[in-house]
């Protein structure tokens, strides 16, 4: 089977879409998120409503937490902080439920999905170096891959289970091997920090024993007059342009 395995949509419809216009494209079983459907962007109810719809399954992201009250704003700055507030004056019952129910870690056959890491899911602390990659594979336990989000900057990681060391892959496309476990950061559909601007998911050929990460061009300038009209801070749409 194919998997496309994408987050950190950010209530990006144009991004968003032109993902999912790739995968009918390229043709894939299931869909997963490994969550922050709104936040910064102009349109969460409709990315919400596609998620319900196309989605196999998703975990919740710190921004979809917020935007449902179970999280506070303290910790977000100023920009995100407003959008959430936006958001959730945006948001009904309806979404606010479909987001409430969303757990916090999720497993598919040989794979699980968390927002930012195993250890702490619901501190959305981010995996920056590689002790706390090695950490993250000590709760990963016999799955092949665990796929994260919330760093918005995709990267490969595996482990070997002989030597018990973990390495960063330099390709973008890897074989998959059974003697390794994989840590992917599948990086963001609608707010890319990897100073590439297109939008980023992932692919898992299961048959094929192949991962590779995907990249999308959409209409950016569409997604950022939407954020200016809907009168959320500017940067918040100048920053598609950059990818950062």
């Known amino acids: 089977m194919r998997f496309a395995i994408l987050g950190d949509i950010h209530s990006n419809l144009e991004a968003f879409n032109a993902v999912l216009e790739d995968l009918d494209k390229i043709g894939v079983d299931k869909i997963f998120c490994i969550g922050d459907i709104v936040g910064y962007g102009a349109d969460p109810i409709e990315c919400i409503n596609v998620a319900r719809e196309r989605f ?15 999280l506070g704003l303290d910790g977000f700055d100023d920009a995100a902080a407003k959008a959430l507030v936006w958001t959730q004056g945006m948001l009904g019952a309806d979404e606010k439920d479909f987001l409430s129910e969303l757990p916090l870690i999720d497993v598919y056959q040989d794979m699980v999905f968390t927002h930012s890491n195993l250890y702490d ?47 960063l892959c330099k390709s973008e496309e890897i074989y998959i091997e059974k003697s ?6 599948v990086g963001s559909v609608g ?54």
């Open 56 to 70: 196999e399954s998703a975990v919740i992201g710190n921004y979809d937490l917020a935007a449902i009250g179970r």
């Open 121 to 167: 899911p619901d501190g959305f602390y981010y995996i920056e170096n590689k002790a706390q990659i090695m950490r993250n594979f000590d709760f990963q336990e016999d799955k092949t891959i665990c796929f994260i989000g919330h760093s918005h900057v995709p990267f490969i990681a595996l482990s070997d289970n002989i030597i018990g060391e973990a390495f």
């Open 180 to 185: 390794k476990r994989y840590l992917v950061d």
């Open 191 to 244: 707010q890319p920090r990897d100073g590439d601007p297109r939008a980023t998911y992932v692919v898992y050929d299961q048959d094929k024993s192949t991962l590779r990460i995907e990249r999308v061009d959409y209409d950016i300038d569409k997604a950022s007059t939407k954020i200016a009209l809907a009168g959320l801070p500017a940067e918040l749409g100048m920053r598609l342009f950059q990818g950062v």
